[in-house]
């Protein structure tokens, strides 16, 4: 089966720092998600990943503390900018293989923590 | 109210035994409608799929659907073990946005 690959898998950063994480699919997907699930919290959604073109944020999400690009079909980075401690979670890539009505599959994580 | 509700459980149930998961979604439009499973310090793995009203079996899983109740129900056959996960509940809103509930945690009991 196609394969999802994140990186990295967990980071520690220090407070006011910014850290980009990889999404990194082996086959062209049609739709690229970036997730967030905070300590002991159910996922909720950051933004869709779209080629050549900027995100779409979900409510109390913007650009500038997380910058996304989709420069391919198989490709994306999620920047969490100015880090702070309320930012620690698991940041997770989803994608849609081919048919946009087929379900979301999920990579492995980023389990980040803010000092 | 909760776009997509679930009990947080935990939900304790003895090997072998059927483990029922609930869920309950607020848009009726909903149309599309998913159970994860994600073990703990790993990702959500996606087990069922179901887009109409009644049931649908894969091996010892059967979602239900009942669009009219706006319930959506996970049965787990035969529980094992390693069945013991967190079950997340998604509904699927607009052209691809998933909103999960807040999960269920379950532990089959040996």
């Known amino acids: 089966s196609a394969v999802i690959s994140q990186k990295p898998s967990r980071d520690i950063c220090q407070r006011g720092t910014s850290l980009t994480i990889q999404c990194q699919v082996d086959?062209?997907?049609?739709?690229m998600f970036w997730y967030r699930q905070q300590p002991g919290q159910s996922l909720t959604l950051i933004a869709t990943?779209?080629?050549?073109?900027?995100?779409?944020?979900e409510s109390g999400f913007v650009i500038d503390k997380f910058p996304i690009s989709r420069p391919n079909l198989t490709f994306s980075t999620l920047t969490v900018s100015n880090m702070s401690p309320e930012d620690s979670s698991i940041y997770l890539c989803s994608v849609v293989w081919e048919n946009p009505n087929q379900p979301q599959h999920f990579g492995d994580g980023t389990r980040l923590s803010i000092l | 109210q909760k776009e997509v509700e679930q009990n947080s459980g935990p939900l304790s149930v003895p090997e072998g035994a059927i483990a029922s998961l609930n869920c309950t979604y607020s848009?009726?439009?909903?149309?599309?409608f998913f159970w994860y499973r994600q073990y703990s310090g790993k990702s959500p793995e996606l087990i069922m799929s179901?887009?109409?009203?009644g049931d649908k079996e894969d091996g010892r899983f059967t979602a239900q659907l009942n669009k009219a109740s706006q319930y959506v129900s996970l049965l787990i056959r035969d529980s094992q073990p390693s069945d013991s996960a967190t079950y997340l509940c998604?509904?699927?809103?607009?052209?691809?946005?998933?909103?999960f509930g807040q999960g269920t945690r379950l532990t089959i009991n040996p």
């Open positions: 998604a509904v699927k809103k607009g052209a691809q946005k998933l909103v």
């Open positions: 179901i887009y109409s009203n």
């Open positions: 086959s062209q997907v049609t739709m």
């Open positions: 848009d009726r439009v909903s149309q599309s």
């Open positions: 990943a779209n080629q050549g073109s900027e995100a779409t944020y």
